[in-house]
């Protein structure tokens, strides 16, 4: 099985041998926008993309795109940071996170995301719903709690504004969530909405009032 591989900071490209090694840092020219602004930070001690929401969004695709990038099955790994702006609302939580198979027009995608503020909230409710997955068209958070509470959420020890590091495995219909190098899945999905067969890029992912910060993006494709 051949697989290939794409590291921001660091980006190896890997086909049937590793031959040669490229460096480089990503920067807004590497992705592409949607509803959002993409600059190059510098947080916590590492080189990062900073995403802001620009202006008023429409719906859950607020992201940015990694350019040339073809996903199907594999395994994502980034360290991700989110925090609510200062002028944002009561119910900010700092959302920040991964999609895949994203559509180029976004019409499409899978996605997990963190609730940094919810995980260590006094309110045990607010704890259960730090992790996230949703799927776009059809299915926002706010079906899946309504139809089917509980399943596509869940705990996990997060905190806003710093570094967390993110590893998601793919295959097929199934999808896993795990959080600062656990060895079991903070968050199972066992049927993603848009079907077994679809593929696309791996998107930055951001909701309403967050900074976010990406970096040490690594994408290890299994076809």
Excluded: C
Aim: hydrophobic share 40%.
């Amino acid at each position: 099985m051949s697989k290939k591989l794409f590291i921001a900071p660091v980006l190896f490209l890997s086909f049937s041998m590793m031959s040669r090694a490229q460096h480089k840092t990503i920067v807004p020219a590497d992705v592409i926008p949607f509803q959002v602004t993409a600059e190059k930070s510098l947080f916590k001690g590492k080189k990062a993309l900073a995403l802001k929401i620009n202006g008023q969004a429409d719906g859950d695709k607020t992201l940015a795109i990694l350019k040339n990038i073809d996903f199907h099955n594999g395994v994502i790994e980034a360290t991700v940071s989110g925090q609510p702006l200062a002028n944002a609302g009561e119910t900010a939580r700092g959302f920040v996170g991964i999609a895949f198979r994203t559509a180029p027009d976004v019409s499409r995608a899978e996605v997990f995301y963190l609730r940094p503020t919810n995980g260590r909230a006094s309110d045990q409710l607010r704890r259960n719903h730090s992790s996230q997955y949703i799927s776009i068209p059809g299915y926002p958070w706010e079906k899946l709690r309504k139809d089917t509470p509980g399943q596509y959420e869940s705990y996990v020890d997060i905190v806003p504004a710093e570094w967390i590091s993110v590893k998601i495995v793919v295959k097929d219909e199934i999808a896993r969530l795990y959080i600062n190098g656990a060895s079991q899945p903070a968050l199972i999905v066992n049927d993603l909405k848009q079907g077994k067969n679809m593929r696309g890029s791996i998107g930055l992912w951001i909701g309403p009032g967050t900074l976010g910060h990406f970096a040490d993006v690594k994408v290890t494709k299994e076809d």
